[in-house]
């Protein structure tokens, strides 16, 4: 067992052992939390979890050393939200070489990161036991892919998922930062609800495509971020026209302008269109993200601008 397996426990049981097991599936493993609990082991369990929900809603506490936490969600999955955290995340930092950027990825069952951003790596342990971000193109990372097979899924109950989001959000040395793009998962349950309780979030950014099915569940993910009081900083509308590479002609292949009649609606800003370009999905298919590799290209261009919009709408710093 590694040291950070060592370090990264849930409830008593490692990542890979003592209650978990790989089990061979169709030639992949599968990760299985496995233990069997007795009788009085159950009843003990109901009874924590009956603690736990009688303290109501948890402390904010920020995360030491990260000034500003930027969350990028959306409510449906495959609108482009990690490529959009990615890319984001490289903007803030070409935008302004002076800023420490982070990029942390809390969507366990999918993580993306790791290949987006070409990571690869058991993260190390620093002095105070806490575990090292992988570093690339100046951006430090960490994502539950780090810490697992590449080809492994997780299949983990809510109360797993819970602690490793909580080891992920404390249990990390990130130095000094100025902003920290966290990568949350589709949807508004519990992954959402324990970021946002949890530690201080200086605005959150919804990605959708201009889609209704999509757009459904980004006005639903932008309420969500209302309830629980985080500032929703606007929405991107990703993969927003389609431009024939010969003949030039667009199409609006998952309708116009959605993203933006949904923006007027809630009466939020839209900070960015983002088009359905070939170069975008190459780029983030081979851990080169478009604001890295092609910095001079349109869709590249399209990034900065709406780092520059974040930016403009952040609430200013804590001392």
Same mark, same amino acid.
């Given at each position: 067992m590694g040291s950070w397996q060592r370090l990264l426990r849930f409830g008593g049981a490692s990542l890979r052992g003592y209650g978990g097991a790989c089990v061979p599936l169709g030639g992949s493993r599968v990760l299985v939390w496995g233990r069997q609990f007795s009788g009085a082991e159950s009843e003990t369990l109901k009874q924590r979890r009956t603690q736990i929900m009688s303290r109501g809603l948890p402390k904010q506490k920020p995360i030491? $050393?990260? =000034?500003?936490?930027i969350v990028v969600a959306s409510g449906k999955g495959g609108v482009g939200k990690s490529t959009t955290a990615v890319n984001l995340a490289l903007a803030l930092s070409a935008n302004d070489s002076s800023k420490a950027v982070g990029?942390?990825?809390?969507? &366990?069952?999918?993580? +993306?990161? %790791?290949?987006?951003? @070409?990571?690869k790596g058991d993260p190390e342990l620093s002095q105070s036991n806490l575990l090292r971000p992988l570093l690339n193109y100046g951006i430090a990372c960490m994502s539950m892919g780090f810490l697992i097979e590449e080809t492994a899924p997780i299949v983990w109950r809510g109360l797993m998922v819970m602690s490793a989001i909580e080891k992920l959000l404390r249990q990390v040395d990130w $130095?000094?930062?100025?902003?920290? &793009? &966290?990568?949350?998962? %589709?949807? *508004?349950?519990?992954?959402?609800l324990s970021v946002s309780q949890n530690i201080p979030i200086s605005g959150a950014v919804i990605v959708s495509t201009p889609q209704d099915i999509a757009l459904m569940d980004a006005h639903k993910g932008a309420e969500m971020f209302r309830k629980v009081h985080v500032p929703v900083l606007g929405l991107v509308q @990703?993969?927003?026209?389609?431009?024939?590479? =010969?003949? =030039?002609? =667009? *199409?609006?292949?998952?309708?116009?302008?959605?993203?933006?009649?949904?923006?007027r609606t809630l009466d939020l800003d839209i900070l960015g269109d983002i088009p359905l370009h070939l170069n975008?999905?190459?780029? +983030?298919? *081979?851990?080169? %993200?478009? &604001?890295?590799?092609? %910095?001079?290209?349109?869709e590249a261009k399209a990034y900065l601008r709406i780092a520059t919009e974040v930016v403009r709408r952040l609430p200013p710093p804590p001392e």
């Open positions: 030491d $050393g990260v =000034k500003q936490v990029l942390l990825d809390v969507d &366990v069952y999918g993580p +993306s990161i %790791p290949k987006m951003m @070409n990571l $130095g000094q930062l100025d902003y920290l &793009v &966290v990568d949350m998962p %589709p949807g *508004t349950g519990d992954v959402q @990703n993969m927003s026209v389609f431009q024939c590479p =010969k003949c =030039k002609h =667009k *199409t609006h292949i998952f309708g116009a302008d959605g993203a933006r009649r949904l923006a975008i999905r190459e780029a +983030s298919d *081979t851990g080169q %993200p478009i &604001v890295f590799s092609q %910095p001079e290209s349109d």
